[in-house]
Protein backbone atom coordinates (compact mmCIF):
# COMPACT_ATOMS: atom_id res chain seq x y z
CA UNK A 1 0.00 0.00 0.00
CA UNK A 2 3.07 2.48 0.68
CA UNK A 3 4.77 1.60 -2.97
CA UNK A 4 1.10 2.43 -4.43
CA UNK A 5 0.58 5.84 -2.73
CA UNK A 6 4.22 6.64 -3.24
CA UNK A 7 4.97 5.48 -6.63
CA UNK A 8 1.78 6.78 -7.96
CA UNK A 9 1.31 10.50 -9.25
CA UNK A 10 -0.37 12.79 -7.02
CA UNK A 11 -2.59 14.22 -9.71
CA UNK A 12 -4.04 10.95 -10.76
CA UNK A 13 -4.60 10.44 -7.21
CA UNK A 14 -6.37 14.00 -7.22
CA UNK A 15 -8.49 13.02 -10.03
CA UNK A 16 -9.33 9.25 -8.72
CA UNK A 17 -10.34 11.21 -5.06
CA UNK A 18 -12.34 13.51 -6.63
CA UNK A 19 -14.42 10.79 -8.56
CA UNK A 20 -14.57 9.24 -5.35
CA UNK A 21 -15.96 12.14 -3.62
CA UNK A 22 -18.56 12.52 -6.21
CA UNK A 23 -19.53 9.16 -6.04
CA UNK A 24 -19.91 8.74 -2.49
CA UNK A 25 -22.43 11.97 -2.84
CA UNK A 26 -24.52 10.08 -5.07
CA UNK A 27 -24.40 6.94 -3.47
CA UNK A 28 -25.37 8.55 -0.40
CA UNK A 29 -28.24 10.17 -2.23
CA UNK A 30 -29.18 7.02 -3.94
CA UNK A 31 -29.12 5.11 -0.34
CA UNK A 32 -31.39 7.72 1.55
CA UNK A 33 -33.91 7.69 -1.09
CA UNK A 34 -33.99 3.53 -0.80
CA UNK A 35 -34.07 3.36 3.26
CA UNK A 36 -36.05 6.77 3.89
CA UNK A 37 -39.43 5.80 6.05
CA UNK A 38 -40.33 9.28 7.08
CA UNK A 39 -39.02 11.90 5.32
CA UNK A 40 -41.02 14.55 6.77
CA UNK A 41 -38.72 16.80 9.01
CA UNK A 42 -35.52 14.65 8.22
CA UNK A 43 -34.00 18.16 6.96
CA UNK A 44 -32.96 19.67 10.10
CA UNK A 45 -31.62 16.50 11.27
CA UNK A 46 -29.45 15.31 8.31
CA UNK A 47 -28.55 19.01 8.25
CA UNK A 48 -27.33 18.58 12.38
CA UNK A 49 -25.49 15.26 11.67
CA UNK A 50 -23.88 16.47 7.90
CA UNK A 51 -21.89 19.65 10.15
CA UNK A 52 -20.49 17.13 12.92
CA UNK A 53 -19.02 14.95 10.38
CA UNK A 54 -17.55 17.99 8.25
CA UNK A 55 -16.00 19.24 11.70
CA UNK A 56 -14.73 15.78 12.84
CA UNK A 57 -13.25 15.57 9.01
CA UNK A 58 -11.74 19.08 9.10
CA UNK A 59 -9.83 17.93 12.50
CA UNK A 60 -8.87 14.73 10.89
CA UNK A 61 -7.80 16.61 8.05
CA UNK A 62 -5.61 19.51 10.44
CA UNK A 63 -4.07 16.52 12.31
CA UNK A 64 -2.70 14.64 9.20
CA UNK A 65 -1.38 18.18 8.30
CA UNK A 66 0.03 18.73 11.05
CA UNK A 67 2.20 15.42 10.86
CA UNK A 68 2.95 16.02 6.98
CA UNK A 69 3.95 19.51 8.53
CA UNK A 70 6.47 18.38 10.91
CA UNK A 71 8.01 16.14 9.06
CA UNK A 72 8.96 18.52 6.17
CA UNK A 73 10.43 20.65 8.82
CA UNK A 74 12.51 17.73 10.27
CA UNK A 75 13.84 16.79 7.17
CA UNK A 76 14.41 20.98 5.80
CA UNK A 77 16.46 21.47 8.86
CA UNK A 78 18.55 18.46 8.52
CA UNK A 79 19.85 19.47 5.12
CA UNK A 80 21.37 22.62 6.74
CA UNK A 81 22.71 20.28 9.59
CA UNK A 82 24.22 18.08 7.28
CA UNK A 83 25.92 20.75 5.44
CA UNK A 84 27.11 22.59 8.47
CA UNK A 85 28.47 19.60 9.81
CA UNK A 86 30.44 17.93 6.67
CA UNK A 87 31.73 21.89 6.79
CA UNK A 88 33.40 21.41 9.70
CA UNK A 89 34.68 17.93 10.14
CA UNK A 90 36.41 18.76 6.60
CA UNK A 91 37.93 21.67 7.73
CA UNK A 92 39.47 20.33 10.76
CA UNK A 93 40.81 16.96 9.14
CA UNK A 94 42.72 19.29 7.21
CA UNK A 95 44.85 19.96 10.46
CA UNK A 96 46.20 16.76 9.99
CA UNK A 97 49.58 16.41 9.01
CA UNK A 98 51.57 14.12 6.33
CA UNK A 99 48.87 12.09 4.42
CA UNK A 100 46.11 11.85 6.05
CA UNK A 101 44.47 15.51 6.07
CA UNK A 102 44.35 15.49 2.46
CA UNK A 103 42.95 12.38 2.05
CA UNK A 104 40.24 12.72 4.44
CA UNK A 105 39.32 15.73 3.43
CA UNK A 106 38.88 14.40 0.04
CA UNK A 107 36.98 11.84 1.10
CA UNK A 108 34.45 14.10 3.01
CA UNK A 109 34.02 16.26 -0.46
CA UNK A 110 32.99 13.19 -2.04
CA UNK A 111 31.05 12.46 0.54
CA UNK A 112 29.18 15.74 0.28
CA UNK A 113 28.86 15.52 -3.21
CA UNK A 114 26.60 12.27 -2.74
CA UNK A 115 24.41 13.60 -0.09
CA UNK A 116 23.37 16.39 -2.61
CA UNK A 117 22.71 14.37 -5.30
CA UNK A 118 20.88 11.88 -2.84
CA UNK A 119 18.81 14.91 -1.79
CA UNK A 120 18.10 15.95 -5.13
CA UNK A 121 17.28 12.01 -6.30
CA UNK A 122 13.70 11.11 -7.03
CA UNK A 123 12.15 8.15 -4.29
CA UNK A 124 13.30 5.81 -7.48
CA UNK A 125 16.79 7.06 -7.49
CA UNK A 126 17.69 7.28 -3.82
CA UNK A 127 18.28 3.60 -3.08
CA UNK A 128 21.65 3.24 -5.17
CA UNK A 129 22.52 6.69 -3.43
CA UNK A 130 22.12 5.65 -0.07
CA UNK A 131 24.45 2.60 -0.71
CA UNK A 132 27.20 4.97 -1.89
CA UNK A 133 26.79 7.19 1.24
CA UNK A 134 27.19 4.19 3.98
CA UNK A 135 30.00 2.43 2.00
CA UNK A 136 31.57 6.17 1.97
CA UNK A 137 30.79 6.63 5.01
CA UNK A 138 32.55 2.90 6.17
CA UNK A 139 35.90 4.35 4.39
CA UNK A 140 35.63 7.56 6.32
CA UNK A 141 35.22 5.88 9.86
CA UNK A 142 38.06 3.54 8.92
CA UNK A 143 40.39 6.19 7.87
CA UNK A 144 39.39 8.66 10.86
CA UNK A 145 39.92 5.82 13.51
CA UNK A 146 43.73 4.90 11.33
CA UNK A 147 45.16 8.62 10.82
CA UNK A 148 43.66 9.09 14.50
CA UNK A 149 45.18 6.14 16.78
CA UNK A 150 48.90 8.05 16.59
CA UNK A 151 47.30 10.54 18.27
CA UNK A 152 44.56 9.31 19.90
CA UNK A 153 45.20 11.01 23.02
CA UNK A 154 45.96 14.90 22.47
CA UNK A 155 43.37 17.55 21.77
CA UNK A 156 43.62 17.55 17.73
CA UNK A 157 42.38 13.90 18.15
CA UNK A 158 39.88 14.81 20.58
CA UNK A 159 38.59 17.77 18.38
CA UNK A 160 38.51 15.74 15.00
CA UNK A 161 36.30 12.82 16.54
CA UNK A 162 33.13 14.22 17.39
CA UNK A 163 33.09 16.47 13.59
CA UNK A 164 33.63 13.46 11.81
CA UNK A 165 31.44 11.29 14.09
CA UNK A 166 28.62 13.87 13.93
CA UNK A 167 28.75 14.81 9.84
CA UNK A 168 27.86 10.65 9.87
CA UNK A 169 25.45 9.93 12.15
CA UNK A 170 23.16 13.12 10.49
CA UNK A 171 23.79 11.15 7.01
CA UNK A 172 22.21 8.08 8.84
CA UNK A 173 19.20 10.62 10.85
CA UNK A 174 18.51 12.08 7.25
CA UNK A 175 17.72 9.04 5.52
CA UNK A 176 15.74 7.37 8.51
CA UNK A 177 13.81 10.46 8.48
CA UNK A 178 13.31 10.41 5.00
CA UNK A 179 12.27 7.38 4.77
CA UNK A 180 9.83 8.15 7.73
CA UNK A 181 6.18 8.84 5.85
CA UNK A 182 2.74 9.46 7.35
CA UNK A 183 1.23 6.22 8.62
CA UNK A 184 -0.60 4.57 5.72
CA UNK A 185 -3.19 4.01 8.49
CA UNK A 186 -4.09 7.47 8.85
CA UNK A 187 -4.45 8.11 5.46
CA UNK A 188 -6.67 4.81 4.43
CA UNK A 189 -8.98 6.58 7.75
CA UNK A 190 -8.78 9.89 6.61
CA UNK A 191 -9.76 8.84 2.65
CA UNK A 192 -12.85 6.58 4.25
CA UNK A 193 -14.01 8.93 6.46
CA UNK A 194 -14.20 11.93 3.71
CA UNK A 195 -16.27 9.49 1.65
CA UNK A 196 -18.45 8.81 4.21
CA UNK A 197 -19.03 12.23 4.77
CA UNK A 198 -19.22 12.95 1.22
CA UNK A 199 -22.03 10.10 1.61
CA UNK A 200 -23.29 12.26 4.72
CA UNK A 201 -23.55 15.06 2.04
CA UNK A 202 -25.38 13.93 -0.50
CA UNK A 203 -27.75 12.54 1.86
CA UNK A 204 -28.67 15.83 3.53
CA UNK A 205 -28.84 17.38 -0.02
CA UNK A 206 -31.92 15.11 -0.84
CA UNK A 207 -33.62 15.31 2.51
CA UNK A 208 -33.49 19.12 2.18
CA UNK A 209 -34.84 18.68 -1.42
CA UNK A 210 -31.68 20.28 -3.08
CA UNK A 211 -29.60 19.34 -5.77
CA UNK A 212 -26.55 21.78 -4.10
CA UNK A 213 -24.13 20.59 -7.48
CA UNK A 214 -22.43 23.68 -7.59
CA UNK A 215 -21.32 24.14 -3.72
CA UNK A 216 -21.14 20.71 -3.22
CA UNK A 217 -18.28 20.48 -6.09
CA UNK A 218 -16.56 23.30 -4.95
CA UNK A 219 -16.39 22.08 -1.15
CA UNK A 220 -14.85 18.63 -2.88
CA UNK A 221 -12.16 20.05 -4.63
CA UNK A 222 -11.01 22.48 -1.44
CA UNK A 223 -11.21 18.86 0.57
CA UNK A 224 -9.15 17.66 -2.40
CA UNK A 225 -6.51 19.61 -2.61
CA UNK A 226 -6.29 19.55 1.49
CA UNK A 227 -5.22 15.89 0.87
CA UNK A 228 -3.25 16.18 -2.09
CA UNK A 229 -0.85 19.09 -0.33
CA UNK A 230 -0.89 16.54 2.86
CA UNK A 231 0.44 13.92 0.35
CA UNK A 232 3.03 16.77 -1.45
CA UNK A 233 4.60 17.64 1.80
CA UNK A 234 5.20 13.84 2.40
CA UNK A 235 7.08 13.09 -0.72
CA UNK A 236 10.51 15.32 -0.14
CA UNK A 237 11.40 15.57 -3.35
CA UNK A 238 8.22 15.02 -5.81
CA UNK A 239 5.66 17.28 -6.87
CA UNK A 240 5.26 20.82 -5.85
CA UNK A 241 6.60 21.07 -2.61
CA UNK A 242 10.17 20.21 -2.57
CA UNK A 243 12.92 20.49 0.13
CA UNK A 244 15.86 22.83 -0.50
CA UNK A 245 18.97 21.05 -1.19
CA UNK A 246 20.68 24.41 -1.38
CA UNK A 247 23.05 24.15 1.93
CA UNK A 248 24.50 21.31 0.45
CA UNK A 249 24.61 23.04 -3.04
CA UNK A 250 26.72 25.94 -1.61
CA UNK A 251 28.98 23.26 0.20
CA UNK A 252 30.14 21.55 -2.57
CA UNK A 253 30.22 24.82 -4.48
CA UNK A 254 32.92 26.08 -2.15
CA UNK A 255 34.93 22.70 -2.03
CA UNK A 256 35.32 23.04 -6.23
CA UNK A 257 36.19 26.93 -5.85
CA UNK A 258 38.61 25.99 -3.44
CA UNK A 259 41.69 23.75 -4.70
CA UNK A 260 40.97 19.96 -3.92
CA UNK A 261 43.24 19.10 -0.57
CA UNK A 262 46.25 16.87 -2.32
CA UNK A 263 48.69 14.37 -0.77
CA UNK A 264 51.65 15.96 -0.84
CA UNK A 265 55.18 13.65 -1.48
CA UNK A 266 58.23 14.90 -0.44
CA UNK A 267 60.66 16.11 -3.10
CA UNK A 268 64.32 15.17 -3.19
CA UNK A 269 66.58 17.98 -2.35
CA UNK A 270 68.78 18.93 -4.77
CA UNK A 271 72.54 17.77 -4.89
CA UNK A 272 74.78 20.30 -2.80
CA UNK A 273 78.18 21.23 -5.11
CA UNK A 274 81.09 20.22 -4.17
CA UNK A 275 83.20 23.71 -2.92
CA UNK A 276 87.15 23.85 -3.58
CA UNK A 277 89.37 23.14 -0.49
CA UNK A 278 90.65 26.00 0.79
CA UNK A 279 93.82 27.63 -0.19
CA UNK A 280 93.84 25.55 -3.62
CA UNK A 281 93.18 26.26 -6.79
CA UNK A 282 90.84 25.21 -9.45
CA UNK A 283 92.85 25.37 -12.06
CA UNK A 284 95.17 22.30 -13.23
Not at 97 to 112: E, F, I, K, V
Not at 192 to 201: F, M, P, T, W
Not at 231 to 240: V, Y
Request: proline share 7%.
Amino acid sequence: MDDLIVGTPLWILAIVLFVALMAAMEAGRWLRRRLARNPDGEAAEHDYIFNGVLGLLALLIAFTFGLALDRYDARRELVVDEANAIGTAEMRVRLLDSQDGPRLAGLLRTYADTRLRYGEASAAAKPPLRAASQALRARIESETITALRPIATTPLAAMITPAVNEALDIGVTREATHASRIPTMVLGVLAVYALISAGVLGSALDAAGRRGRGMSTLLFLLLTLAITVILDLDRPQEGAIRISQQPLRDLVAGFVSTPRPSVETPQPSPATPALPAAGGSSRP
